[in-house]
Structures are given as structure tokens and as C-alpha cells.
């Protein structure tokens, strides 16, 4: 809205084709379009300043959040407010798979793909991983086979015009914005050492296995795996930072996906709390400064999640928009995009099981918590309300029910 419609910085049909263009690569689709439009009007510095303009609101908000959520999350009013929003961010992520889900499973052979992504990760705690690279395999062979079961879809234009824009349907690509192997290298190497110099410090100060060293290294993976968006790659952060790690319990996750949900920028600004609760619990500046250790790592994982991503549209542009229709490049993601619904909706379930039964399945239905997450459901696929709206709703009522027990 505020680029085509208000500043008329690119047209309608050239801003879908780039988020098109950004479904089909790994990362955050919105901190890429903005990145990608710096990047075509003001070259690879417009494409820094735009990407980094775009999340670093976000992670000072949430770095200041995190500390209030450490310190303050036992007051009586604080904890009654997360008490609603727990419910109600299991009904965001159960609508968050019935979105993608809506978009992505077209046939039945996708909704197969989703449906066992679903088991291998519910049933056999199967690495995210090896989803997608099951998923990317079966769309590969798929797309050879079955070529019109793995057509990717994407975002149509719409028929509303907007007037002139400064890049139009016609304007010409720049000369920056044309495919270059030397280009390609160049970034590609610089992306290398922005990566590898901090990693080798953090190596050398704490030791591989030292917590913020192990926390640059997996969200480094995790910034290659975001295929669908933030939704995407939750299932992955859960399985590692609170089952393999142990950065966080299950109820601090959930609490951190409401910050997120909340925070202005984009969701994937989660993974700052994830670090910066990881970080301020195992003090791993001392006790004295758990707070430096905190934001510290919040810092980290954010540049550790997001460089990829300024890579891939700074140096792969260019490649990605003459790949665009091609079936043997698309075919796989289709397939990835199909999996990761069925990953999402694992998700659901991981935090309606921890909400919902706080004491395990021996322990009792936790009534008020499943009456707030039905009611959120119905405001979300019933009347439509925003997630905001949803989330202060809850909070409210769960803040209620907090003060009157």
C-alpha cells in the first residue's frame, strides 16, 4: 500500500512479480521486498539501508520487551495478560496454517505431502531439515511426472490501477539489476566474511559449543529453512531452542511468539527473544551483566538470521527473476510450501497441548485457557478480526480470569 498506492515508488505489477519472486527463496518475505525495492531504485546501499531500516525497530522493542517479560512476567497483572494471550496465539497459528494451507495444498498430492510432514514431525520428531529435503526431492521427481500437480502459485495482479509510477510495467531494468557472475562472486564472498568474522570471534572468546557461538550457528541454519515465512521456521526454532538446547521452556516459546505478534516488523523478530531469553538465563556474561548478555545475543541471532537474506536478493535477484517460471526450480518450493503447512499445524498442537494441560495429560483441562482460544478462533475465521484486536481481547479476558482465581 505505501509503495505502490501512496508513493508510487514501483507499479502494482512489478511489486507482485518481486514478492513473488520472494516466496521462492528462504527468508522473511517482507524484510526481503523491502530490501529488494531499495535495491532496485538505490543499488546494493539501498538495499542495506532498506533491509536493516526494516528490522532493527523491531529488535530494540523486543530486546526492551524481553527484559520487561525477565523481570516483570511474575507481577500478578503482567501474568494475567500472558495467561490470555497464550490461548490466543494457538488459534493465530492454527490460522496461520489454514492460510497458507488455503494457498498452498491445490490438489491431493500436496495435501499428501502436508499430511505427512504432519506425522514425521508430530509422530517420529523428525528434523525439520530432512521435511524439506523430503519435500523438495518429491517435488523435483514430482515436477517431472506430474508437471500441472507442482505449477507454483503465487500473487496475482489486481485489475485496479494506481497511475504512473517511478519504475513501471515498462521501465527498464538497471544496469545494476542485470545478472553478473562476477557480481554474484563478489557478494557472495563479502556475505562469507560478514558471516565468518563474527562466528570466529565467538569461536575463539567462548568455544564451539559455547551458547551464543551454538546460537549464531542455528539460526544460520534456520535463516536457510524459512521457506513459507516466520510460521515456517517456528516448528524448527521450537525443536532446537527449547527441545535440543534448552534456551527455553515451552511456556517462555509461546510467550515470545505473543511479543512477536505484537511487535511492529516482522514475526520472524522472534528469534531476537529467543536469544536474548537464552542468553540472560544461562548468564553467559556472568550474573552481573545478564542484561548486556542478553541484548548481545539478541543482536546476534538477529544478524545471523537476516544476512542470508540480503545475499540472496542482493546477489540473486537478478538470478531468480530469469528462474521464475521454471518448473525444475519452482516444482521443489511447491512441495516445501505444502510441507510446511503441515509443520505449522504441528506447532498448533505443541502449543494448544502446553496451554491447554500446563500439568501434562494427568493433570486437568485447563478450562478458561480452551473458552479463550475457542473465542479467538471464532473472531479470526468467523468475523475476521485482526490479530491485534484479537490478542488485547484475550489478554483482557485472561487478565480477568488471573485476578478472580
Given at each position: 500500500?505505501?509503495?505502490?498506492?501512496?508513493?508510487?515508488?514501483?507499479?502494482?505489477?512489478?511489486?507482485?512479480?518481486v514478492?513473488?519472486d520472494?516466496?521462492l527463496?528462504?527468508?522473511?518475505?517482507?524484510q526481503?521486498?523491502?530490501t529488494?525495492?531499495?535495491?532496485?531504485?538505490?543499488?546494493?546501499?539501498g538495499?542495506?539501508?532498506?533491509?536493516?531500516?526494516?528490522?532493527?525497530?523491531?529488535?530494540?522493542?523486543?530486546?526492551?520487551?524481553?527484559?520487561?517479560?525477565?523481570?516483570?512476567?511474575?507481577?500478578?497483572?503482567?501474568?494475567?495478560?500472558?495467561?490470555?494471550?497464550?490461548?490466543?496465539?494457538?488459534?493465530?497459528?492454527?490460522?496461520?496454517?489454514?492460510?497458507?494451507?488455503?494457498?498452498?495444498?491445490?490438489n491431493n498430492?500436496l495435501?499428501?505431502?502436508?499430511?505427512?510432514?504432519?506425522?514425521?514431525?508430530?509422530a517420529?520428531?523428525?528434523?525439520f531439515?530432512?521435511i524439506?529435503?523430503?519435500?523438495?526431492?518429491?517435488?523435483?521427481?514430482?515436477?517431472?511426472?506430474?508437471?500441472?500437480?507442482?505449477?507454483?502459485?503465487?500473487?496475482?495482479?489486481?485489475?485496479?490501477?494506481?497511475?504512473?509510477?517511478?519504475?513501471?510495467?515498462?521501465?527498464?531494468?538497471?544496469?545494476?539489476a542485470?545478472?553478473?557472475?562476477?557480481?554474484?562472486?563478489?557478494?557472495a564472498l563479502?556475505?562469507?566474511v560478514?558471516?565468518?568474522?563474527?562466528?570466529?570471534?565467538?569461536?575463539?572468546?567462548?568455544?564451539?559449543?559455547?551458547?551464543?557461538?551454538?546460537?549464531?550457528?542455528?539460526?544460520?541454519?534456520?535463516?536457510?529453512?524459512?521457506f513459507?515465512?516466520?510460521?515456517?521456521?517456528?516448528?524448527?526454532?521450537?525443536?532446537?531452542?527449547v527441545?535440543?538446547?534448552g534456551?527455553?521452556?515451552?511456556?517462555?516459546?509461546?510467550?515470545?511468539?505473543?511479543?512477536?505478534?505484537?511487535?511492529?516488523?516482522?514475526?520472524?523478530?522472534?528469534?531476537?527473544?529467543?536469544?536474548?531469553?537464552?542468553?540472560y538465563?544461562?548468564?553467559?556474561?556472568?550474573?552481573?551483566?545478564?542484561?548486556?548478555?542478553?541484548?548481545?545475543?539478541?543482536?546476534?541471532?538477529?544478524?545471523?538470521?537476516?544476512?542470508?537474506?540480503?545475499?540472496?536478493?542482493l546477489a540473486?535477484?537478478?538470478?531468480?527473476?530469469?528462474?521464475?517460471?521454471?518448473?525444475?526450480?519452482?516444482?521443489?518450493?511447491?512441495?516445501?510450501?505444502?510441507?510446511?503447512?503441515?509443520?505449522?499445524?504441528?506447532l498448533?498442537?505443541?502449543?494448544?497441548?502446553?496451554?491447554?494441560w500446563?500439568?501434562?495429560?494427568?493433570?486437568?483441562?485447563?478450562?478458561?485457557?480452551?473458552?479463550?482460544?475457542?473465542?479467538a478462533?471464532?473472531?479470526?475465521?468467523?468475523?475476521?478480526?485482526?490479530?491485534?484486536?484479537?490478542?488485547?481481547?484475550c489478554?483482557?479476558?485472561?487478565?480477568?480470569?488471573?485476578?478472580?482465581?
Open positions: 500500500q505505501e509503495v505502490v498506492e501512496r508513493r508510487h515508488w514501483v507499479s502494482e505489477r512489478r511489486c507482485l512479480h514478492v513473488n520472494c516466496m527463496l528462504p527468508g522473511p518475505e517482507a526481503q521486498l523491502a529488494y525495492i531499495g535495491w532496485l531504485m538505490h543499488r546494493t546501499w538495499g542495506v539501508v532498506a533491509g536493516a531500516l526494516f528490522v532493527l525497530p523491531s529488535l530494540f522493542i523486543l530486546i526492551a520487551l524481553s527484559w520487561m517479560y525477565i523481570a516483570f512476567g511474575e507481577v500478578p497483572v503482567v501474568a494475567g495478560l500472558f495467561y490470555g494471550i497464550k490461548p490466543a496465539v494457538t488459534a493465530i497459528v492454527v490460522q496461520a496454517a489454514h492460510r497458507i494451507g488455503s494457498r498452498a495444498l491445490k498430492w495435501w499428501a505431502i502436508a499430511a505427512a510432514s504432519f506425522a514425521a514431525i508430530f517420529f520428531n523428525v528434523p531439515p530432512l524439506v529435503l523430503g519435500a523438495a526431492l518429491i517435488g523435483y521427481f514430482g515436477g517431472r511426472m506430474a508437471p500441472e500437480k507442482f505449477r507454483a502459485g503465487g500473487h496475482s495482479a489486481a485489475k485496479k490501477s494506481f497511475g504512473p509510477a517511478l519504475i513501471d510495467d515498462d521501465t527498464p531494468s538497471p544496469e545494476h542485470r545478472f553478473s557472475w562476477l557480481k554474484l562472486a563478489s557478494l563479502i556475505s562469507a560478514l558471516w565468518a568474522l563474527p562466528m570466529g570471534v565467538l569461536t575463539a572468546l567462548f568455544g564451539w559449543e559455547g551458547t551464543l557461538t551454538q546460537m549464531s550457528w542455528f539460526f544460520t541454519k534456520a535463516a536457510l529453512l524459512t513459507g515465512g516466520a510460521y515456517a521456521v517456528l516448528p524448527y526454532v521450537y525443536q532446537g531452542a527441545g535440543h538446547y534456551w527455553l521452556t515451552p511456556t517462555q516459546m509461546i510467550d515470545g511468539l505473543a511479543l512477536g505478534e505484537t511487535t511492529p516488523g516482522p514475526l520472524i523478530m522472534v528469534v531476537a527473544f529467543v536469544g536474548f531469553v537464552g542468553a538465563v544461562s548468564q553467559v556474561f556472568g550474573a552481573d551483566q545478564v542484561f548486556l548478555a542478553g541484548a548481545v545475543a539478541a543482536a546476534l541471532v538477529t544478524w545471523f538470521t537476516f544476512l542470508p537474506s540480503f545475499l540472496f536478493i540473486g535477484g537478478p538470478l531468480v527473476e530469469s528462474t521464475h517460471n521454471e518448473l525444475k526450480f519452482t516444482a521443489p518450493l511447491t512441495a516445501i510450501t505444502a510441507a510446511v503447512v503441515g509443520v505449522i499445524l504441528n498448533a498442537c505443541f502449543f494448544g497441548y502446553h496451554v491447554l500446563p500439568k501434562g495429560f494427568s493433570g486437568n483441562l485447563d478450562w478458561p485457557s480452551a473458552v479463550i482460544a475457542i473465542a478462533a471464532i473472531a479470526l475465521f468467523r468475523f475476521k478480526r485482526g490479530v491485534i484486536q484479537v490478542l488485547m481481547a489478554a483482557l479476558a485472561g487478565l480477568a480470569v488471573h485476578l478472580l482465581r
